[in-house]
C-alpha cells in the first residue's frame, strides 16, 4: 500500500534534498492563511472583538451554526503518537510531525479539505482516547495515522462510540477500500463472484484485518477468507499468537502454512514482507489467479515473478513504477470530503463500501486524456493492467465524495442532506484546479521515458544539486556542461561525492566541438558570422554549445538561466535554434494563486511590443497550452482600457488582435481588449452583456512585454501565489530558461518540462556521445 502518488523506490531522493525542503524558506510544510480582510480597524472589529461575539452567541443557541461561521465543516484533524510511522516503527510523537504535516497537505491537495496535525505524546490507550474526545468541537472530522496495532483497533472504536464526528485510520481503512476497489475489478475481468472468491490475507495488522472486514461486510463468505500471520495461518483453536481481532477471523481449515493456504485459491493480498509469496505459492493457486503485493517498497512478489509463475495472473502492488498501484490517496481525501459536506456523524461501513464500488466503476470507464498523457503515450482502458484508477485522475473528487455522502445520506448519518447530488458532483469538479494534476501526470510521463537533458551551467553548485535531483526523480541524464574540475569542486562543496548517471563535457575539449561549429557556421554564414566567430562562441559560450547538442540531436532539452539574464541566454539559444514552423516562440507564466486557481499569463519573456499578428499567435499558443494542461481557456486580451473606454491608441493594437482571431475561427474563448478587473470578476463583466468570455478569464494576454513581466514576478513577491515559468513555449527544440533566482526544485521541474516538450515533439531520443 501507498499513501501518497509515489514511493520512494521510484524516485530516488537523497537525505540532504529531503532536508533541505523541510528547512527552506519557513520550515515545514504547512501555514494558515487568513481568509477575511483584516486591514483596517473596521475589519478588526468585525472579524475579532466586538463583531465576533455575534457568531459565539448564534452559535451557544445553535451549534450546528459552528458549521455555517467557522472552518469546523471543512477542517480535520490528523492525530498519532508516532507509534507505526511509515515502515520505520516507533519513532514516537514528534519524530511523526513531518509525515502528519505530509497527510494535511495531501487533503488539500487532493480534496480541498482543510486540516492540522496534532501529535499526541503517549502510548497509553486511556490517556489518547481522552485527549482526542475533547477535540471534536473544533474539527469535522478526525484521521488517526500511524498508531501500531492492536492499539490503533481499540483507539478507534472507542473515539468512535464517544465522539459526533467521524473518526477514520486510514493505515486501516484506506488501504482496505482501495484493495476493494482492485479486487472488484478483477473479479470481474476473471469471471468470478465475490462471494465465490477464495482469498487468503497475508499479515494480520492493522490493513488486514481492515481489508477482511471489510470484504465481508461487501458479501466475501467468512469461510472463504484465511488470514495468515507470522506464525501461519490463523485457525479455529490456535491460541499462539493470537488477539480478539484475529480470533474474530479465525476458520476452520486444515491448512496450517501460508504454502497451505495458498493451493488452489483465487486471490492472495500482501500486506507482510518482501518475499513472502514464492513464484511455487503463486503457481499452485487457481488458474487467472489474483496477487495484491501491498507490501512497501518491495511487494511480497514482484510482477515479473508472479507473471513468470501465473502468465494470467493480475497483479497489483503498491508501487507507482508497475501498473494497479493501491494508492491510499486515491481514498482518503474524497472519503472525507464527502463526509464533511454532508457533516456526518460517522463514517460508516456502507460508506467505506459506497468509495470501494465508486473507485471500481471509474475504472472501468473512458480515460480522459489528461490521465492519459501519465501513461508514455499509451492509452489507459480498463484491464488486467488498469484496474484501479490513476491517483492524477480530476474525476475521483467528483465521483467518490458524492458516493460517500450517499450512502451516508441513506443510512442517516448525515445531518445535512444535500437535495442534488448531480449539482453537488459539478460543484466539486470545479472546485480543484487542473494544473497540479496535470503537472504530476507530465512528470510521470518523463519518468516512463527518461530524456537527456542539457544542464548548461554545470559548474554552478546549485546547477549540480538540480542535476542530481533530475537523476534521482528518475526524469533521465542530465548533462553538465563545464569544466570537470569545476564541476566536481561545485559537487564536494555542496556535500556530494562524484555521483553515477551524470555527464561532464567540456565544450572547449568535447570531441563535437568542431560539428557543432561546422552546424552553427552553416546557419550564420549569411548574418554576418565567420566560421571562427563560430569556433569562438561554441568554444566559449556554454549556452551556445548546449542549444548546439540540443540541436543536432544529442542531448533532447536544456535548461539556463541561473548566470545570465534571459534575453541573454534568449539570443544564444536561437542561435541554435529556430521556431517551430508556423509558430511564434514566446513566454509563458503560469500564476497559482493561494486558492489554487492557475492563470496563464503571456507574453514574459521575448516580445516587447506585440503587433496585432503576434497577440493572436501569443493567444493561440497560450491557449493550447492551458488546454494541454487540463484547462478549457477563456483568453482576455488585457489593456488599460475596456472596449473602447477611454479610447487610446494603444488599445487598436489590441482590438486588430481580436479582429485577426475572428478571422481564423479558433477554438476557444477570447475577448479584449479589457482591464484586468473586467477579464477576472463576473460582476463587472456583466456591465458588457455582449463579452464572449462566459467565465473569469484564465488566459491573460498582455499587452506588451513589461506589463507581463511586472504582474507575474509582483505577485509572488507580495506574497499572493507562486509562478511556475515563464516557460518558452514555440521553438523546433526544447530549450527552457530559468529565472536567475530559481531554487533547486524550480530548476528540477523546468527541466522536467523541457524533457516533455521533447517527447512531444516527435523527436526521436537523443544519442549518446
Not at 491608441?649 to 481580436?658: F, H, L, N, Y
Request: glycine content about 8%; proline content about 6%.
Amino acid at each position: 500500500m501507498a499513501d501518497g502518488s509515489t514511493d520512494h523506490r521510484t524516485v530516488r531522493v537523497s537525505a540532504e534534498e529531503a532536508l533541505a525542503l523541510h528547512a527552506s524558506g519557513r520550515p515545514g510544510k504547512l501555514e494558515i492563511r487568513i481568509t477575511k480582510p483584516l486591514t483596517t480597524a473596521r475589519d478588526l472589529s468585525l472579524a475579532y472583538s466586538p463583531g465576533v461575539a455575534e457568531p459565539c452567541l448564534h452559535i451557544q443557541r445553535d451549534p450546528s451554526l459552528a458549521y455555517e461561521y467557522t472552518t469546523r465543516g471543512n477542517m480535520v484533524a490528523v492525530i498519532s503518537n508516532g507509534t507505526a510511522v511509515l515502515g520505520l516503527g516507533n519513532l514516537g510523537a514528534l519524530a511523526s510531525k513531518p509525515v502528519m504535516e505530509g497527510k494535511v497537505a495531501l487533503f488539500k491537495r487532493f480534496a480541498d479539505v482543510d486540516g492540522i496535525d496534532l501529535e499526541i505524546a503517549t502510548e497509553d490507550v486511556d490517556e489518547f482516547v481522552n485527549c482526542v474526545r475533547f477535540l471534536g468541537p473544533g474539527f469535522g472530522g478526525i484521521n488517526l495515522e500511524d498508531i501500531k496495532a492492536p492499539e490503533c483497533f481499540v483507539i478507534e472504536q472507542r473515539l468512535r462510540e464517544l465522539m459526533d464526528i467521524p473518526v477514520f485510520h486510514d493505515d486501516q481503512h484506506g488501504t482496505a477500500i482501495v484493495a476493494a476497489a482492485g479486487l472488484i475489478n478483477a473479479c470481474h475481468l476473471t469471471g468470478r463472484s465475490l462471494r465465490e472468491t477464495r482469498l487468503v490475507v497475508n499479515g494480520a495488522g492493522a490493513a488486514a484485518i481492515a481489508c477482511v472486514e471489510l470484504l465481508k461486510a461487501m458479501g466475501m463468505r467468512p469461510e472463504h477468507v484465511i488470514l495468515c500471520d507470522t506464525k501461519g495461518v490463523v485457525f479455529q483453536g490456535r491460541t499462539e499468537g493470537m488477539n480478539q481481532w484475529k480470533s474474530g477471523h479465525a476458520v476452520a481449515t486444515g491448512a496450517r502454512s501460508l504454502a497451505d493456504a495458498l493451493a488452489g485459491t483465487d486471490a492472495v493480498f500482501g500486506l507482510s514482507v518482501k518475499g513472502a509469496l514464492t513464484p511455487a505459492m503463486v503457481a499452485s493457486m487457481a488458474p487467472r489467479p489474483i496477487i495484491f503485493a501491498m507490501a512497501n517498497p518491495d511487494p511480497e512478489i514482484t510482477p515479473e515473478q508472479a507473471r513468470a509463475a501465473s502468465p494470467e495472473a493480475i497483479i497489483a502492488t503498491g508501487r507507482s513504477d508497475y501498473p494497479n498501484q493501491v494508492n491510499n490517496v486515491l481514498g482518503f481525501p474524497y472519503i472525507f470530503r464527502g463526509a464533511l459536506d454532508v457533516r456526518a456523524s460517522t463514517i460508516n461501513e456502507a460508506m467505506k463500501i459506497a468509495a470501494a464500488e465508486a473507485l471500481a466503476q471509474l475504472a472501468r470507464e473512458d480515460v480522459p486524456d489528461e490521465v492519459n498523457t501519465a501513461a508514455s503515450g499509451s492509452r489507459l482502458q480498463f484491464g488486467p493492467d488498469y484496474i484501479i484508477p490513476n491517483a492524477f485522475d480530476p474525476r475521483l473528487i467528483s465521483r467518490i465524495a458524492p458516493a460517500v455522502a450517499k450512502a451516508a445520506i441513506a443510512t442517516g448519518v448525515a445531518r445535512r442532506p444535500l437535495p442534488d447530488l448531480r449539482k453537488y458532483a459539478r460543484e466539486l469538479s470545479g472546485r480543484l484546479d487542473p494544473t497540479a494534476n496535470a503537472l504530476d501526470a507530465i512528470m510521470e510521463r518523463v519518468r516512463a521515458a527518461p530524456r537527456r537533458v542539457v544542464f548548461a551551467e554545470g559548474e554552478e553548485e546549485k546547477t549540480v544539486r538540480a542535476a542530481i535531483a533530475f537523476r534521482n526523480a528518475g526524469y533521465g541524464t542530465p548533462v553538465l556542461i563545464g569544466r570537470e574540475d569545476r564541476v566536481e569542486a561545485a559537487m564536494a562543496s555542496a556535500g556530494l561525492a562524484t555521483v553515477e548517471g551524470i555527464e561532464i563535457h567540456n565544450a572547449r575539449l568535447s570531441g563535437a566541438n568542431a560539428s557543432y561549429a561546422d552546424f552553427l557556421y552553416r546557419r550564420l554564414q549569411r548574418r554576418g558570422f565567420l566560421a571562427r566567430d563560430c569556433q569562438r562562441m561554441v568554444n566559449q559560450d556554454r549556452n551556445v554549445f548546449a542549444a548546439c547538442m540540443v540541436a543536432t540531436g544529442d542531448a533532447d532539452a536544456m535548461i539556463t538561466g541561473l548566470t545570465r539574464s534571459s534575453s541573454v541566454c534568449l539570443d544564444a539559444i536561437r542561435l541554435a535554434i529556430d521556431p517551430a514552423p508556423d509558430a511564434l516562440a514566446f513566454g509563458l507564466t503560469l500564476m497559482v494563486a493561494l486558492r489554487g486557481t492557475t492563470i496563464f499569463i503571456a507574453d514574459t519573456l521575448i516580445h516587447a511590443r506585440p503587433s496585432p499578428q503576434q497577440l493572436a499567435d501569443i493567444a493561440c499558443g497560450a491557449a493550447a497550452e492551458a488546454r494541454r494542461l487540463g484547462h478549457e481557456p477563456r483568453v482576455a486580451l488585457l489593456s488599460h482600457s475596456t472596449f473602447g473606454n477611454p479610447a487610446h491608441p494603444t488599445g487598436q493594437t489590441i482590438r486588430e488582435g481580436v479582429e485577426i482571431l475572428d478571422q481564423r475561427g479558433v477554438d476557444f474563448e477570447y475577448d479584449g481588449e479589457m482591464d484586468p478587473d473586467v477579464a477576472l470578476d463576473p460582476g463587472l463583466r456583466a456591465r458588457y452583456p455582449f463579452c464572449r468570455l462566459t467565465g473569469p478569464a484564465n488566459v491573460l494576454v498582455m499587452p506588451g512585454l513589461h506589463s507581463a513581466l511586472i504582474t507575474s514576478r509582483l505577485a509572488p513577491r507580495l506574497g499572493v501565489g507562486s509562478a511556475i515559468g515563464p516557460l518558452l513555449i514555440g521553438l523546433s527544440a526544447a530549450a527552457q530558461i530559468v529565472p536567475m533566482e530559481a531554487s533547486v526544485s524550480q530548476m528540477v521541474d523546468l527541466a522536467c518540462l523541457a524533457a516533455h516538450q521533447a517527447a512531444g515533439s516527435g523527436r526521436s531520443q537523443a544519442s549518446q556521445r
